[in-house]
C-alpha cells in the first residue's frame, strides 16, 4: 500500500523553528517529485515548496523563500521541511505529496499521492 505520513507538526511562537517530515512506505520517494502545501482554514491549498526527484532542483513559495527549506534523505526514504522564523500566517494543516510527471509544482492535480495532513500553528 502506497502511503505518506507528515510529522512534525504542533505549536510554536512566532520566530520559532519546526522541521516536518514526510515518510514514505510502499514506494522509493526517490522515483518522484514531493511537494509540501498548506492549507489554512477557509483558503485554498497552496504549494509551499518542491524537491524534484533527485532533489538538485527546489522550488518555494515567495512567502517562504529564505526561511524555509525543503531537503530529502533517500536512505531514510523521507523528504523535510525545515521552517525557521515562523510567522502566524504560516499556521495551517501542511500536506506532502507525491508526483511522478510534474508539470506545475504548485498545481495540486499534479500529484499522485497525499498524506493525510500535520497541523502547525503559531502564535505566543
Known amino acids: 500500500q502506497l502511503q505518506l505520513v507528515e510529522s512534525g507538526g504542533g505549536l510554536v511562537q512566532p520566530g520559532g523553528s519546526l522541521r516536518l517530515s514526510c515518510a514514505a512506505s510502499?514506494?522509493?520517494?526517490?522515483?518522484?517529485?514531493i511537494g509540501w502545501f498548506r492549507q489554512a482554514p477557509g483558503k485554498e491549498r497552496e504549494g509551499v515548496s518542491c524537491?524534484?526527484?533527485?532533489?538538485?532542483?527546489?522550488y518555494y513559495a515567495d512567502s517562504v523563500k529564505g526561511r524555509f527549506t525543503i531537503s530529502r534523505d533517500s536512505a531514510k526514504n523521507t523528504v523535510y521541511l525545515q521552517m525557521n522564523s515562523l510567522k502566524p500566517e504560516d499556521a495551517a494543516v501542511y500536506y506532502c505529496?507525491?508526483?511522478?510527471?510534474?508539470?506545475?509544482?504548485?498545481?495540486?492535480?499534479?500529484?499522485?499521492?497525499w498524506g493525510q495532513g500535520t497541523q502547525v500553528t503559531v502564535s505566543s
Open positions: 524537491i524534484n526527484s533527485s532533489g538538485a532542483t527546489t
Open positions: 510502499g514506494f522509493r520517494l526517490d522515483m518522484y517529485a
Open positions: 505529496a507525491a508526483s511522478r510527471h510534474l508539470v506545475f509544482w504548485r498545481r495540486v492535480s499534479d500529484y499522485d499521492y
